[in-house]
Nanobody, 130 residues
């Protein structure tokens, strides 16, 4: 069982940076893959980035590639999403999710699928003003 708590959201201006954190409880977190999704008002939840248990494999949505970086510190049971060059279209509620199979193989396939993740946080709001 894993419980996830996101933090780090806030109101920023276009071009600014934010780092989101996903703190996990549970001794098995280090074996889980982690992903970030986001949901803007009136839109469906969309994939942002995913990382394997070891951190060796990552995958990004095209819309954030080159601007966002996903990482993790298994010693701290925490995953991160560093967001640079933020745009107004990045405004959304950002969710952290965990997948019990943490292997990185085919991360480009399973990574974006919400059904692959059995654990979700409550979300942290990111608002980017123009």
């Amino acid at each position: 069982q894993v419980q996830l708590v996101e933090s780090g959201g806030g109101l920023v201006q276009a071009g600014d940076s934010l780092r989101l954190s996903c703190a996990a409880s549970g001794r098995t977190f280090s074996s889980y893959a982690v992903a970030w999704f986001r949901q803007a008002t009136g839109k469906e939840r969309e994939f942002v980035a995913a990382i394997s248990w070891s951190g060796d494999f990552t995958y990004y949505a095209d819309s954030v590639k080159g601007r966002f970086t996903i990482s993790r510190d298994n010693a701290k049971n925490t995953a991160y999403l560093q967001m640079n060059s933020l745009k107004p279209e990045d405004t959304a509620l950002y969710y952290c999710a965990a997948r019990s199979n943490g292997a990185g193989k085919y991360i480009n396939i399973w990574g974006p699928r919400t059904t692959e993740y059995g654990y979700w946080g409550q979300g942290t709001l990111v608002t980017v003003s123009s």
